[in-house]
Every structure is written in structure tokens, then in C-alpha cells.
């Protein structure tokens, strides 16, 4: 077995988050982890998520994810089963990013968390807080900022 026997990466159902599932799956797949998918929400009604995502653009994503957590925990265990990993596990915790994504690696013994870069040296994420710099800062376990997005 390799180094890493938990990987953990946080998904909130958009396209930039799923691609850093695809390679906590590549890194968990090689190394025979477990993996560990994470789906931090809110619970607000689907208009308020529609006024939500028109208000804030791109940034959304920060308030609420793109889609219901269920959802988004069966879409990202879909890809990583393409990856053909063997062991998966599915966590939706109500709270902020950042805190559900901390919180979870230290409850799950995570030797590492994978996130996105966005949101990574953009106006938004300097004013708001970046969710894979404050990961990467807080975090107690080996964090791999997978390049997602440009």
C-alpha cells in the first residue's frame, strides 16, 4: 500500500470540482486508499439558490454548491469509479466549505485532501477567502491543490 491510505476532496457538483475528484481518485486508485467524498452545502430552497447563482456569477459556489448534495455525491462517486477506485465513501456535512472540508480530514484521518485551485488568485477569492488557500493553510494533513481551473 502506498503512503497516502485516505484521500479525501471536497465536490460541489461544478465541472472545477469535479476534476479535482478525478484526480483524488488517480491518487487514491494508486495508491489502494480509500477515498473520501465531501459535499459541504447549505440548505436553501431552489429559488433562493437560482437568485443565489444569478447574484453572484462564478462566485456562487461559495454561498451554496451547484447542485444538491445527494446529487452531487453520486455524480462524484460516478467518476471515481471510472478511475476504478474500490473503496468509497460519501459525506454531506450542512456548513462553510472550508470548516466542513477541515473538520472532515481530521474526523476521517485524511493523510491527504485534494481541492480545486478556484477561486486561487482571483478578486473574489482575496476579498471573500479561497477556499483552497484557507484548506491548504488550516488543514493538518498533506493538501494537493489540483489545477482545475486556468
Known sequence: ?????????????SETSLR?????????????????????YFPHSSS???????????AAYQ????????????????????HGVQDVKTVAIQGKAVDVLVGSATEYH?????????????????LLGSVPSDVARLAGCDVLIARTKA
Open 48 to 58: 433562493e439558490v437560482a437568485q443565489l447563482q444569478d447574484d453572484m456569477g462564478d
Open 110 to 126: 485524511a493523510d491527504l485532501l485534494v481541492v480545486g485551485n478556484r477561486g486561487l488568485n482571483t478578486l473574489a477569492g482575496r
Open 20 to 40: 479535482a475528484v478525478d484526480r483524488a481518485a488517480e491518487v487514491a486508485r494508486d495508491t489502494g486508499a480509500t477515498l473520501v467524498l465531501v459535499c459541504a
Open 1 to 13: 500500500m502506498g503512503a497516502y491510505r485516505t484521500v479525501m476532496v471536497g465536490s460541489d457538483g
Open 63 to 82: 454561498v451554496v454548491g451547484s447542485a444538491p448534495a445527494e446529487q452531487t455525491l453520486n455524480t462524484a462517486g460516478g467518476r471515481a469509479a471510472a
